[in-house]
């Protein structure tokens, strides 16, 4: 169970490999008016540090019992915002450069309190057992959440 957990978790975390850390209220990231990439994005970090956040706080089985509910909750934002992703499309290449280069700087700060995060949790036995199965079903939303490349047509 243990090994499956630290895959988990590590799933999650190069999951995360997007692009980072503004944290924007559950309103903000459920507004469809005038959305943009950018606004994505921004959503995307400050849900990938609400992520890093509820890992951090997991340190013994009650606060791990909490996490189980909190991750369920994180993940049906995921989903909302991954909608938001999905109906814009992909950027252009410009756009995506862009995103990138404002973003990265974010998501690697957030990749490296996941990374910690994790590390803890896989030294916890009894956080991990808890949080095992909840962190696998979290990937699972998150993974559907995250839009898949258009595929480029052949000429």
Do not use: C, W
């Amino acid at each position: 169970m243990r090994n499956a957990t630290i895959a988990a978790l590590a799933a999650i975390v190069l999951l995360a490999v997007g692009p980072g850390s503004t944290r924007a209220t559950d309103k903000e990231r459920d507004k469809p008016a005038s959305d943009s990439h950018d606004a994505v994005m921004k959503d995307m970090v400050g849900l990938m540090n609400e992520f890093a956040g509820i890992l951090e706080k997991a340190t013994d089985k009650a606060s791990a019992e909490k996490a189980k509910d909190d991750l369920k909750t994180l993940g049906a934002k995921f989903q909302k915002v991954g909608d938001r992703a999905k109906k814009l499309g992909e950027p252009g290449k410009d756009q995506q450069e862009a995103l990138k280069k404002k973003y990265q700087p974010e998501m690697e700060k957030v990749q490296r309190r996941l990374m910690d995060a994790v590390q803890k949790l896989a030294k916890n036995p009894e956080v991990a057992v808890v949080l095992g199965p909840a962190l696998q079903e979290f990937a699972k939303k998150m993974a559907e959440a995250m839009p898949k490349p258009e595929k480029k047509k052949g000429p």
